[in-house]
């Protein structure tokens, strides 16, 4: 079977548990189209560390 180009793997790390400072990081890995969305994505996901839904950035 074809195996689509277009779906590429990215992991979202939590903006405010780098702000913070404490030990340990919030990922998570998911998979995004590239040529619906070029730029990089932002979601709310939990953050068990911090035990809140925080905001996660794409970083690669």
Known sequence: ???N???????LE???HKA???PGTSR???TKNKKNTTERMELKKYN???RKMT???EIK
């Open 1 to 3: 079977m074809a195996r």
């Open 5 to 11: 180009k277009n779906r590429i793997q990215v992991i």
């Open 14 to 16: 939590c903006t405010e």
């Open 20 to 22: 913070t400072g404490r």
């Open 28 to 30: 998570y890995i998911t």
């Open 48 to 50: 068990a560390v911090l």
């Open 55 to 57: 905001v996660h950035k």
